[in-house]
């Protein structure tokens, strides 16, 4: 598409708000504005998303998927050569990722961008763990003199935590732990057998560590429009009883109601629009997908919540003559510190006994142990700094052992009929390092289809983390040695230069417009406000000012509910209009 | 799940707002799969008949349906059509083949037409090549129709949930059941 194909139509009517991005932190956005008062305007880049209507494969029988849910090899080749890296891309899933040739990036070194272009997001699609941040996060950096130091403490995000979690719905238990603060929990969902053993065998042989069922923001009790988890098992295809949280089930039926809300799907957000003369951003400027029309839409106040690298890709590309290296960027630290955590490391044993133990029903989590290094002096660990939890689960082997198995006939039928023996395995999520060299820019020589200039991104993991992944393999062997399991291994899917545990395959990017408390240091202030531009907020993971190991979707939440709290009531004073 | 139980099973669980999508999702996994009318893509189908001949005697019709009846041969086309790039789909071609003639050779009929005693026989001296193939290169043809069938078979509506226990929607997660209560195998 050229420039000059296209007329710039003027919208008179401004709003008071607008929101880019639907996807957890979008929704919680234009739920927490609307709520408010605020005429607000919800842009989204990918397609309209209906709850309960459009999960077209939800509850479908494995033989009713075309080739029982193998995707097209030829199509996925070609259309979505990144997306298919990660084990969610799958046929019944296909339809929520992004069509990687319409949407190019460039990696300097291995990066796997994993995104949804639909309304909701990757809320549609997130792993749904929940859990809060401590001071033990929020003092690292400072302490350790990583990065800069966090604006915020855990004391002022504590609040805010305990105000999503009873709307978002979390299931999960409360343990009194320092580093993994307790919230606002609907009954965890049950372990199974297995996984009870596990957990005292751990807490016999490790007292600093425990093993609990996964924090999650699935409903084990029914909240007002949501019926509690019927177990049916694959959550990515979509949930029409709204069991777990999701912009569709959750956030953007709160903003519909209030009255406030304009949604607009194919509208991809191009720049922020910034008024040198006022000294303020004046809204923004929009390319219908559908019609390659340019759009420009006014607001008193404009939050990004694109994700972590799309809101920085708009900033980037917002260039002016007071902000030439990107909108908001007079630190000069955009686009860089990007980060995301680190995994596929862990280990898997097979357990005997229990022979005469089942579970029953389609349980959409697992067991998670939280981070038990460097959280005082007796954890201290001399070969790295920060920590990781692990996630995994146990269950028994079932027919797919039958390929391993010599023999065909009724003999082999008739073995695969019965389950197999249990097998455990945890994989697990470290936290990543906050580095300047590890960035994003904007490469003016490749565009997308509608002319925006794609992201180069260069980033990879360091020596903190490789000594980290060592321990993640060893530790994690050691608790399954302990409980007494059998063919104990560790794995590290991480491969040097190659694919396998990537930079971005854990589809937690954070970073790259950093939160701070200097100005020349930082590019959001502890509001998640732009030092440089005040009506401006970015509330998504962009910000994030270290990692943690935690999965970080909670936190989003927290942080856009608290930054929404603080834009309108500057807006009452008077400091933002 | 019978239609009737699967029913019972929705009002059960949802407590009567169950939504139209998810009551004919949940049903449409107890209707039977429209018999015929599959036109092969990769295969011939003689060469399909010969992938039914060798899925059946690996997982044959025994108390329940086996892989002929599951149309396992029906997903081996798809497969080789959709999922398998072009080395191994021609390596499998070629894998059936190559059965024919060992079975020409041995017992002067194609495979199909050997007794199912001699097929056994020639199954069982693939699979011990297989077994000892050590060059890594390729999967044998032997694993390949293995894994085809039971991959097909068991993610059948016949495999899953006549010959192995599906749970569709359980409305519920017990961690520790003993297994007499299961009774088999989950799909």
């Given at each position: 598409?050229?420039?000059?194909?296209?007329?710039?139509?003027?919208?008179?009517?401004?709003?008071?708000?607008?929101v880019v991005g639907s996807g957890i932190s979008g929704g919680w956005a234009a739920k927490?504005?609307?709520?408010?008062?605020?005429?607000?305007?919800l842009l989204e880049r990918g397609r309209p998303v209906e709850h309960s209507t459009d999960y077209i494969t939800e509850?479908?029988?494995?033989?009713?998927?075309?080739?029982?849910?193998?995707y097209?090899?030829?199509n996925a080749?070609?259309n979505y050569a990144v997306q298919k890296r990660t084990g969610q891309f799958r046929a019944e899933a296909e339809h929520w990722f992004i069509n990687d040739k319409e949407n190019p990036y460039?990696?300097?070194?291995?990066f796997t961008w994993i995104r949804g272009n639909h309304v909701g997001g990757r809320s549609l699609m997130w792993g749904r763990h929940c859990?809060?941040?401590?001071?033990?996060?929020?003092?690292?950096?400072?302490?350790?003199?990583?990065?800069?130091?966090?604006?915020?403490?855990?004391?002022?995000?504590?609040?805010?935590?305990?105000?999503?979690?009873?709307?978002a719905?979390?299931?999960?238990?409360?343990?009194?732990?320092?580093?993994?603060?307790?919230?606002?929990?609907?009954?965890?969902?049950?372990?199974?057998?297995?996984?009870?053993?596990?957990?005292?065998?751990?807490?016999?042989?490790?007292?600093?560590?425990?093993?609990?069922?996964?924090?999650?923001a699935?409903?084990?009790?029914?909240?007002?429009?949501?019926?509690?988890?019927?177990?049916?098992?694959p959550c990515i295809r979509g949930c029409s009883?709204g069991?777990y949280f999701s912009s569709q089930s959750s956030t953007l039926?709160?903003a519909?109601?209030?009255?406030?809300?304009?949604l607009r799907p194919y509208s991809i957000v191009?720049?922020?629009?910034?008024?040198?003369?006022?000294?303020?951003?004046?809204?923004?400027?929009i390319v219908?997908s559908e019609?390659?029309?340019?759009?420009?839409?006014?607001?008193?106040?404009?939050f990004l919540c694109a994700s972590a690298l799309g809101s920085t890709q708009i900033?980037?590309?917002?260039?002016?003559?007071?902000?030439?290296?990107?909108?908001?960027?007079?630190?000069?630290?955009?686009?860089?510190?990007?980060?995301d955590h680190?995994?596929?490391?862990?280990?898997?044993?097979?357990?005997?006994?229990?022979?005469?133990?089942?579970?029953?029903?389609?349980?959409p989590?697992?067991?998670?142990?939280?981070?038990?290094?460097?959280?005082?002096?007796?954890?201290?660990?001399?070969?790295?700094?920060?920590?990781?939890?692990?996630?995994?689960?146990?269950?028994?082997?079932?027919?797919?052992?039958?390929?391993?198995?010599?023999?065909?006939?009724?003999?082999?039928?008739?073995?695969?009929?019965?389950?197999?023996?249990?097998?455990?395995?945890?994989?697990?999520?470290?936290?990543?390092?906050?580095?300047?060299?590890?960035?994003?820019?904007?490469?003016?020589?490749?565009?997308d289809k509608w002319?925006m200039?794609a992201l180069?991104i260069?980033?990879?993991?360091?020596?903190?983390?490789?000594?980290?992944?060592?321990?993640?393999?060893?530790?994690?062997?050691?608790?399954?040695?302990?409980?007494?399991?059998?063919?104990?291994?560790?794995?590290?899917?991480?491969?040097?230069?190659?694919?396998?545990?990537?930079?971005g395959l854990g589809i937690h990017e954070m970073?790259t417009?950093?939160?701070?408390?200097?100005?020349?240091?930082?590019?959001?202030?502890?509001?998640?406000?732009?030092?440089?531009?005040?009506?401006?907020?970015?509330t998504d993971g962009a910000?994030?000012?270290?990692?943690?190991?935690?999965n970080p979707s909670i936190?989003y939440m927290?942080?856009t509910?608290?930054?929404?709290?603080?834009?309108?009531?500057?807006?009452?004073?008077?400091?933002?209009? | 799940?019978?239609?009737?139980?699967?029913?019972?099973?929705?009002?059960?669980?949802?407590?009567?707002?169950?939504?139209?999508?998810?009551?004919?999702?949940?049903?449409?996994?107890?209707?039977?799969?429209?018999?015929?009318?599959?036109?092969?893509?990769?295969?011939?189908?003689?060469?399909?008949?010969?992938?039914?001949?060798?899925?059946?005697?690996?997982?044959?019709?025994?108390?329940?349906?086996?892989?002929?009846?599951?149309?396992?041969?029906?997903?081996?086309?798809?497969?080789?059509?959709?999922?398998?790039?072009?080395?191994?789909?021609?390596?499998?071609?070629?894998?059936?083949?190559?059965?024919?003639?060992?079975?020409?050779?041995?017992?002067?009929?194609?495979?199909?037409?050997?007794?199912?005693?001699?097929?056994?026989?020639?199954?069982?001296?693939?699979?011990?090549?297989?077994?000892?193939?050590?060059?890594?290169?390729?999967?044998?043809?032997?694993?390949?129709?293995?894994?085809?069938?039971?991959?097909?078979?068991?993610?059948?509506?016949?495999?899953?949930?006549?010959?192995?226990?599906?749970?569709?929607?359980?409305?519920?997660?017990?961690?520790?059941?003993?297994?007499?209560?299961?009774?088999?195998?989950?799909?």
């Amino acid at each position: 598409m050229t420039r000059k194909n296209v007329h710039i139509s003027q919208e008179t009517e401004g709003y008071d708000a607008i929101v880019v991005g639907s996807g957890i932190s979008g929704g919680w956005a234009a739920k927490e504005l609307t709520e408010k008062g605020l005429k607000t305007l919800l842009l989204e880049r990918g397609r309209p998303v209906e709850h309960s209507t459009d999960y077209i494969t939800e509850h479908k029988a494995p033989w009713e998927l075309n080739m029982r849910g193998r995707y097209n090899r030829a199509n996925a080749e070609a259309n979505y050569a990144v997306q298919k890296r990660t084990g969610q891309f799958r046929a019944e899933a296909e339809h929520w990722f992004i069509n990687d040739k319409e949407n190019p990036y460039i990696e300097d070194k291995p990066f796997t961008w994993i995104r949804g272009n639909h309304v909701g997001g990757r809320s549609l699609m997130w792993g749904r763990h929940c859990y809060r941040w401590s001071d033990i996060d929020f003092e690292a950096n400072l302490k350790d003199g990583n990065g800069v130091d966090w604006p915020i403490r855990y004391a002022d995000i504590a609040p805010w935590y305990d105000y999503v979690e009873k709307f978002a719905g979390i299931s999960g238990e409360k343990l009194g732990l320092p580093q993994l603060p307790d919230g606002q929990f609907q009954p965890g969902m049950p372990l199974n057998v297995v996984e009870k053993h596990l957990r005292e065998q751990i807490i016999k042989n490790f007292p600093e560590r425990i093993l609990t069922i996964g924090r999650v923001a699935i409903l084990t009790e029914a909240l007002p429009g949501r019926a509690a988890c019927h177990y049916c098992g694959p959550c990515i295809r979509g949930c029409s009883t709204g069991s777990y949280f999701s912009s569709q089930s959750s956030t953007l039926p709160a903003a519909v109601a209030t009255g406030n809300l304009t949604l607009r799907p194919y509208s991809i957000v191009q720049q922020v629009i910034y008024d040198e003369t006022r000294d303020k951003a004046t809204g923004v400027r929009i390319v219908d997908s559908e019609t390659n029309e340019v759009l420009e839409f006014k607001a008193k106040v404009v939050f990004l919540c694109a994700s972590a690298l799309g809101s920085t890709q708009i900033l980037l590309n917002s260039k002016s003559n007071r902000f030439a290296d990107g909108l908001a960027n007079s630190s000069g630290e955009l686009g860089h510190n990007l980060m995301d955590h680190h995994f596929k490391v862990g280990a898997n044993a097979m357990v005997d006994g229990f022979d005469d133990r089942y579970y029953y029903g389609n349980r959409p989590t697992g067991f998670y142990v939280p981070r038990f290094r460097n959280i005082n002096s007796e954890t201290r660990r001399q070969d790295y700094v920060r920590g990781y939890g692990y996630q995994g689960s146990a269950r028994r082997e079932n027919w797919g052992r039958g390929n391993d198995m010599r023999g065909f006939g009724a003999e082999l039928k008739q073995q695969l009929r019965e389950p197999g023996d249990w097998r455990i395995g945890m994989t697990a999520f470290g936290e990543c390092l906050p580095r300047h060299g590890n960035y994003v820019r904007l490469d003016d020589a490749v565009t997308d289809k509608w002319g925006m200039p794609a992201l180069r991104i260069n980033a990879a993991w360091g020596a903190n983390e490789f000594a980290m992944r060592r321990d993640m393999a060893q530790s994690a062997a050691e608790m399954l040695d302990a409980a007494g399991y059998r063919d104990v291994s560790t794995y590290d899917s991480y491969t040097e230069g190659g694919l396998g545990a990537e930079v971005g395959l854990g589809i937690h990017e954070m970073g790259t417009a950093r939160m701070g408390r200097d100005p020349k240091t930082s590019v959001l202030n502890e509001w998640n406000q732009a030092h440089d531009v005040p009506n401006l907020y970015v509330t998504d993971g962009a910000c994030m000012t270290s990692s943690g190991c935690q999965n970080p979707s909670i936190t989003y939440m927290a942080l856009t509910a608290r930054a929404v709290d603080h834009a309108v009531s500057e807006m009452k004073k008077g400091n933002i209009s | 799940m019978d239609r009737r139980e699967a029913l019972k099973r929705v009002g059960f669980l949802m407590g009567g707002t169950v939504s139209l999508s998810v009551a004919s999702g949940i049903l449409s996994g107890c209707q039977a799969p429209a018999a015929g009318g599959y036109t092969y893509q990769t295969l011939s189908a003689t060469q399909g008949e010969l992938v039914a001949t060798i899925s059946e005697l690996i997982i044959p019709e025994t108390d329940t349906p086996g892989a002929r009846a599951a149309r396992v041969h029906e997903f081996a086309d798809l497969m080789l059509t959709e999922w398998f790039d072009v080395a191994d789909r021609d390596h499998f071609l070629a894998g059936l083949g190559e059965i024919d003639s060992v079975a020409q050779s041995i017992n002067g009929a194609t495979f199909v037409d050997n007794t199912e005693e001699q097929q056994v026989a020639i199954l069982t001296e693939m699979e011990d090549a297989a077994l000892s193939d050590a060059s890594g290169d390729q999967t044998p043809f032997f694993s390949m129709i293995k894994q085809l069938t039971l991959l097909g078979y068991y993610t059948s509506e016949i495999g899953a949930s006549q010959e192995l226990k599906y749970v569709h929607t359980a409305g519920e997660y017990r961690g520790d059941v003993p297994y007499e209560e299961i009774g088999r195998a989950y799909s």
